[in-house]
């Protein structure tokens, strides 16, 4: 179904519902309506970056800012519905990429980031339209638009959820994101915004993605909070370049556990499995999944002391094939870890870039990391520790992937006319391994970042 329909029909279809089970008139309620917005303007630098698919770093660097600004609205039309809108805007500007100089330039296209109704009937609530669901720890549900990195993140579907006593909620999702954005205003200057790809094609790589998925999140126990899911997705075959790649139909389990031992100490511990099916396509046999990801941590906070000082220890694995990502040299199982839609960066800019925009894989990473809040709006961490590659692939003569190191300052800034303001600073290194066929020692990036809010 074309998206501006299904969206349209959508919010007409739940504002019918409403009005059909409303007892006072219409006329009667008072509407409350509300506008806001927010602006983030982030200059990266980025140095000799990791590139997938087995690619050597680059060894050029990229310097560029970027606007986004993005305004809301939403009205109550009674107790029971709500509709949302949200349209933003962003453009670039790259100072030494020349073929980058031509993209996305101010004012790149205008595009409706949400749209949605909201009717809510006793323990009942179903959100229909254009949204953003972000699950847990984001590692299974999180971005719908990978394809334009932190521009957009939503999924045009339904969200149906059942309120489960006062702290716990299950959510049944149903969602199917096009590789193109069917409603937007203007043209994406000097290029395309292709929604889901992973490999660019020409100009689209014609992936679309859907979901079925039910997401329960108990609360009741506060000593062990916890969530349990399952997550059916279908991928259909896309293009990278000239080739043809089959699609893929799998089904992700998991559990993710909060475990609260003392005031100080907590842990968390996410565990899932996947199977399902690689389709054939030209070139390609068909093939089973059989994947796994495993995340844990310990943390402990000293909550009395100024400045709150913790300490997390963790372990992130998600498993590898000896092949890769897109093809079998035996016709053995497909065993490398697929993060569904968890293709968001989990800490900072470099490692996402060792894989196809974001199909993280293939990784061991234990890390430490310690933080700090000085004062209310401040924080500062440091975060350090090596990343292996599960499984050789790509010729790989080594499973060391590299020493990772991120730092990140947060503050405050004082506001204006009413404006909240914050800023933010971040460092990030990667000492490369001989998993990398590299002259070059290390990669960096640097973000700068000021986001307003009003």
């Known amino acids: 179904m074309n998206t501006r329909i299904f969206l349209a029909a959508a919010a007409m279809g739940l504002w019918g519902l409403s009005a059909l089970g409303q007892a006072p008139e219409l006329e009667e309620t008072a509407n409350v309506l509300r506008f806001g917005g927010d602006n983030r303007t982030r200059y990266e630098f980025m140095d000799n970056w990791p590139r997938g698919g087995g690619n050597p770093p ?213 565990a899932a499995v996947q199977f399902g099916g690689v389709d054939s396509a030209d070139g390609f046999a068909s093939r089973d999944i059989s994947a796994g990801m495993v995340y844990g941590a310990l943390t402990a906070q000293a909550a009395d002391v100024p400045w709150k000082p913790s300490i997390r220890l963790a372990a992130h694995y998600m498993s590898g094939d000896k092949d890769s990502y897109y093809a079998t040299t035996d016709g053995s199982k497909d065993t490398g870890w697929n993060p569904v839609f968890g293709r968001l960066p989990p800490g900072g800019d470099i490692p996402i870039f060792m894989y196809d925009v974001g199909r993280w894989s293939n990784l061991f990473h234990p890390h430490v990391e310690v933080s700090a809040k000085p004062a209310k709006g401040y924080a500062l961490s440091f975060e350090i520790g090596p990343m292996y590659a599960v499984e050789k692939d790509y010729d790989a003569t080594d499973n060391y992937r590299g020493l990772y190191v991120r730092t990140v300052y947060k503050f405050p800034l004082p506001d204006v006319w009413g404006i909240a303001f914050n800023g933010l600073v971040s460092g990030d290194v990667f000492e490369y391994g001989d998993y990398f066929v590299t002259d070059e020692s290390r990669a960096t990036s640097i973000r700068l970042e000021l986001n307003a809010k009003f």
Do not use: C
């Open 58 to 270: 680059g060894t050029a660097y990229e310097e560029y800012l970027r606007v986004r600004t993005r305004l809301w609205g939403e009205a109550d039309l009674d107790d029971t519905l709500l509709l949302r809108i949200r349209i933003g805007n962003e453009f670039r500007s790259y100072r030494n990429a020349v073929a980058n100089r031509s993209r996305n330039k101010f004012p790149d296209e205008l595009y409706v980031d949400n749209l949605s109704a909201q009717l809510s009937v006793d323990r009942w609530r179903l959100k229909v339209g254009r949204q953003d669901i972000m699950k847990g720890s984001w590692r299974i549900i999180g971005d719908g638009t990978p394809g334009d990195g932190s521009r957009t993140v939503y999924f045009d579907g339904a969200v149906l959820t059942l309120s489960l006593g006062d702290k716990s909620a299950v959510d049944f999702i149903g969602t199917w994101n096009h590789y193109r954005d069917d409603i937007t205003i203007g043209d994406a200057s000097g290029g395309v915004y292709d929604m889901t790809f992973m490999r660019r094609g020409d100009p689209y790589s014609k992936m679309d993605e859907g979901m079925l998925a039910a997401y329960a999140e108990m609360r009741e126990f506060e000593a062990l909070p916890f969530d349990v899911y399952w997550v059916w997705k279908k991928e259909t075959s896309f293009h990278g370049g000239s080739e043809r790649y089959p699609g893929r139909d799998f089904h992700t389990f998991g559990v993710r556990l909060l475990p609260v031992f003392t005031t100080s100490l907590s842990g968390e511990l996410e």
